[in-house]
């Protein structure tokens, strides 16, 4: 009998054209906590007073201390783990073309993909909210909270906040891309944030095969996922790896 691991990596040998959709789960094994779900991030901050952009533009200092600083240790140390890397092989693979991640951790580049659509911003870069100089996150200095431009101007990391616009041109690619791909992965995301969680369904509607990742069920499981394997994203993607590459070798 094919096992559902089987049924995958045969569906990801045959496709040129998967797309992932990713979220906080992936990184989780990496050592960063997800927003929702068990040891979220939500469980002790309340996100409307921390991660929404009425906040950081009311109390800056409170929300550089309570999310930003935190966030900065976290990423710093931060590698990718399993989950990253056979995405990255799945793109050496040429099976892979492109990530449309909701994750700011800049784990995917470093992991080695090329095509990573960036749907809520980066924690790489700040940038100062009076004249938007941009700046490297590592060339950031904490003595003060919070930090400042050269203009004096304070500085904010490259995320979108509660409350602010999803980039356009990433919006506008990540709908085109679901509307073509053949397969998209879904990996350790909770489907709760909108639009990112429209993406499966516009790829789904365009005939896409749609793969979820995630220990969880989430509001897509039942609704738009062909192909549901519920388990963490590491070991699961080593065991889709491990099928795939027995199919090439
Ligand atoms: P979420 O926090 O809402 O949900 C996380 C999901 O990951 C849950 O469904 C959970 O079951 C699943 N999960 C937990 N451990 C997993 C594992 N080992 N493997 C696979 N899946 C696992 O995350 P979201 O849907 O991405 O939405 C939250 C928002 O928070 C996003 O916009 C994102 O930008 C932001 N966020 C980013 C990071 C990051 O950059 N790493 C971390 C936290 C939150
Ligand atoms: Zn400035």
Not at 94 to 119: C, K, M, R, Y
Request: hydrophobic content about 40%; aromatic content about 6%; proline content about 6%.
């Amino acid at each position: 009998m094919t096992t559902l691991i089987e049924e995958v990596a045969d569906l990801l040998s045959r496709s040129s054209k998967t797309i992932a959709l990713t979220g906080a789960g992936i990184s989780v094994e990496s050592g960063i906590p997800p927003f929702r779900g068990k040891g979220g991030v939500w469980e002790k901050i309340d996100p409307m007073k921390f991660a929404h952009i009425d906040a950081f533009t009311k109390d800056p200092v409170s929300v550089w201390n309570v999310l930003i600083k935190g966030m900065k240790d976290l990423l710093d140390k931060a590698r990718p783990n399993d989950g990253h890397k056979g995405l990255a092989r799945l793109e050496e693979l040429g099976i892979l073309t492109s990530i449309i991640t909701q994750n700011v951790d800049g784990l995917h580049q470093v992991a080695g993909n090329t095509d990573v659509i960036e749907f809520h911003g980066s924690f790489i870069r700040h940038f100062c909210s009076e004249c938007n100089r941009i700046y490297a996150t590592t060339d950031i200095k904490m003595t003060q909270i919070p930090p400042r431009c050269d203009c004096n101007g304070i500085l904010r990391p490259d995320i979108v906040f509660f409350g602010e616009m999803i980039p356009p041109a990433a919006l506008m690619r990540s709908q085109q891309l679901a509307e073509t791909c053949d397969v998209m992965l879904v990996v350790g995301t909770s489907a709760f944030v909108q639009p990112a969680a429209y993406i499966p369904v516009i790829a789904k509607q365009n005939g896409a095969v749609i793969v979820e990742i995630n220990p969880e069920s989430t509001p897509l499981t039942n609704q738009v996922t062909d192909l549901a394997l519920m388990g963490n994203a590491g070991e699961t993607m080593n065991r889709v790896l491990g099928e795939i590459e027995k199919r090439i070798s």
